[in-house]
């Protein structure tokens, strides 16, 4: 080891739980079904979310272009 890593260690080891705390790891293990089912969860969401928020945009933007028609009728009477 080089004198730069072995300094890491000491500060490491002189500040702990006085600036940071170590936090153990989890320890779950999920089967690979539990994870595939976990993640189809999650991708169903994502799914739903993405198309509330296409939803949304398509209604922007046929409020715009309501808008640009409306002052272009506007000027065009001008």
Request: hydrophobic share 35%; proline share 1%.
């Amino acid at each position: 080891m080089s004198k730069h890593s072995v300094g890491a260690y000491i500060q490491l080891h002189r500040e702990v739980g006085q600036t940071f705390r170590a936090v153990p790891a989890k320890r779950e293990k999920q089967t690979d079904l539990e994870n595939i089912a976990r993640i189809q969860s999650e991708n169903l969401s994502l799914v739903e979310k993405l198309r509330a928020a296409e939803a949304k945009a398509s209604r922007f933007e046929e409020a715009v272009r309501q808008a640009e028609a409306e002052i272009k009728g506007r000027n065009s009477t001008i």
